[in-house]
């Protein structure tokens, strides 16, 4: 009796546990399954409809046409757009934005987490607030502060030196290169500084103890072993280049300064009949360069183990020690966040609190009202409103989709990886205004075809088209850490009986949570000033503060109540820091934890 019950509770022992393992890997394949799913059509359906419409004889929507390769003609064959100009516009501006990011943002990401530098903490503080300032004020800032006619910088040089006009004039190319590149720099940060915290430090000091100097250290060891990081940012920074939009259309208009993006906004806005299917085949072009550059990247960085440096042995987490060229060093950055974001930012709030801007500080013009309009406005309290829950609900829905993606593509053996994480990049070659555009009238379709999928009118279509904005950015921050972090932590796991959601709980999810607040506050801070997207799916009801900002700086009173806006955002970016910190968390110290 007691042979047949031991031999029918081992009976029971091995079917639980097949049981077991047969419902972890079915829970496993429905998370991962769900979250690629949703990837695939937040980012093919648009892009099925951008290609539909560069092949289409009618308008978006019109049955009553055929396929036609007419529009391809029109565009790199016929007159329709300066096709040659317009690339070799975008390819300045994009080769200038990648090596201001890469020489601005790299280098504060080594400086902040692997040296001693002093103060950095206060310069991190102002490097990310800037993210809270939309590119198109960008622009504006610096025409309020180094602008050869309205500069109130340029203004005060030229009265104390008679110099005539600045060594860089803010409406050329490179100007216009340099300063959305100045914009780029946090995102560059970010994307870059989760790498170099959970580098292993043991590494650089091998190098020291066998005599290497910092310049070779960091040729021969640190950059290599963050390679997947640096590429990451290097082309997130080069194809948002290709695709820029604000910057451009503030400085280059009075040039006739056309890029790939303004050309293509044009077409669509600025002429009629409205050329969407020119405009979709000139966009075409960039996610053809999309392609080669993905390819590039996943070619590089096949071999992810050379690249594991994070495993289960705690490391140390000591610095470079800077000598005597610590305070020196630190002046230097602390001029140049004064010339590159600090004036400008003065410059701002002295505007915002004129009645009106003419270039020149008047003391009798000065007023409060502007904030006080800001605060008590109607309107505009709608839009603060609406900008929040855009903010937070996209930030959260973008965060655990790009995690989840990410943990698919480099974590699994799955057959789809290669093509997930390359739908994961495809928004890069697609214009916010394009794909505003595209949303929009795939959600009218939709909506007609299954009525309870109407997301025409709400602030959920702003959400999805946020996201899918900066699902290529937020997936390289993702991916570009993960692979940092050897698998040999949850082989382990597995082997001592943990289920696969105890995996993710108590091993992967634990271990990663440095770039998931780093991921969650790139996309908040972003969401928020996103303008392309909201300014073609918003309606009355769902306006947010960049459509609201961008309507009063073209057909309101003037810049000051602009600059009283954007100057909140700045407070409230910098309290949500301090917020932050108030915890004890600094984005250059959280691999260190």
Known sequence: MSSKRSLFESTQQVFRTLLGAALDRATRRVVLGVVTLLLTFLTVVPLLFLLWTSVWSGYPGEFAAELTVENFRAVYLGEYFAVWEIFLNSLSIAVGITLTGLVFGLGAAWLFVRTDLPTKGGMELVLLSCQAIPGYVYAIMYVTAYGSERGLVAAAVRDALGVEALPIDVFSPWGIAFIAGINVVPTFYLLTVPALQDMDPALEEVSRIHGA????????????????????????????????????????????????????????????????????ALACSLLVLMLVFVWYYRRVTARKTEFMTLTGRRHRTDVWSLGRWRWPLAAIIWAVLLVVWVLPIFVLLVTSV???????????????????????DPQLRKAFLNSIIVAVGGATLGTVLVVGTAYYTERTDGRFRGAVDFLSLTPLAVPGIILGAGLLFTFLWVGELVPFLNLYGTLLIIIVGCVVVYLPVSSRIAVG????????????????????????????????????????????MHIIQLLSIPLMTYTSDTV??????????????????????????????????????????????????
């Not at 993960?482 to 082997?495: D, P, W």
């Not at 001592?496 to 440095?514: D, V, Y």
């Not at 009063?552 to 917020?579: D, E, K």
């Open 213 to 280: 100097s910092l310049p070779a250290t960091i040729r021969i060891i640190s950059l290599p072993l963050i390679k997947p990081a640096i590429l990451s940012a290097t082309i997130v920074a080069f194809l948002y280049g290709m695709g820029e939009f604000a910057i451009v259309s503030i400085l280059g208009v009075e040039n006739g300064f056309d890029v790939y993006s303004t050309a293509i906004h044009s077409a669509i806005k600025g002429r009629y009949p409205p050329g969407y299917g020119e405009a979709a």
């Open 354 to 376: 004129h009645a009106d801007w003419y270039g020149q500080v008047n003391l009798s013009a000065l007023t409060f009202d502007h904030y006080f309009t800001a605060v008590t």
């Open 481 to 524: 850490n993960i692979v940092q972090i050897h698998a040999e932590l949850e082989e382990a796991a597995r082997i001592a009986g943990a289920t696969w959601l105890q995996q993710m709980r108590e091993i992967f999810l634990p271990l990663f949570k440095n770039t998931t607040v780093v991921i969650w506050f790139f996309l908040a």
């Open 544 to 593: 947010v503060i960049p459509v609201r900002l961008f309507q009063l700086y073209n057909f309101g009173p003037g810049i000051a109540l602009v600059a009283a806006i954007s100057s909140i955002f700045i407070f409230l970016t910098v309290g949500f820091l301090l917020g932050l910190r108030r915890y004890g968390i600094r984005f250059y110290e959280l691999g260190q934890r």
